[in-house]
């Protein structure tokens, strides 16, 4: 089984069953997993590349976990020939990077005066 999205930035990003098990096995507070990956891909309040992988994106969406002090979910996304969940977790780092998009700077762009 997979799942398909449409990420913010047009794409649309596969998401495996494996892939899913494999968030849920190695990081318990993201069950509930692919609800998850669909809000951090369809509306994240920003996506980077990572300054040490640049086929990658990283979708950070702020949430809060109950039982774990993390604020943000992170997912992480090859952008190679097809576009793939790598993994998903909670994490309170955020990792440096170009900001490829950014809620903040996509409201103020498309607000007329």
């Not at 069953?17 to 609800?35: F, K, N, T, W, Y």
């Not at 809000?39 to 980077?48: C, M």
């Not at 976990?65 to 994490?91: D, G």
Request: glycine letters at 2%.
């Amino acid at each position: 089984m997979r799942f398909e999205f449409r990420d913010v930035l047009g794409n649309v990003v596969e998401v495996s069953s494996e892939r899913v098990l494999h968030v849920i096995d190695r990081h318990p507070e993201m069950l509930g997993a692919a609800q998850h990956i669909e809000s951090a891909l369809t509306d994240p309040d920003f996506v980077i590349v990572p300054t040490d992988n640049d086929d990658r994106r990283i979708y950070y969406r702020r949430h809060d976990f109950p039982y774990h002090s993390a604020c943000w979910l992170s997912v992480v996304v090859v952008a190679q020939a097809r576009e793939f969940v790598v993994t998903a977790y909670a994490t309170d780092y955020i990792k440096p990077g170009r900001t490829l998009w950014s809620k903040h700077q996509n409201r103020d762009s498309t607000t007329t005066t």
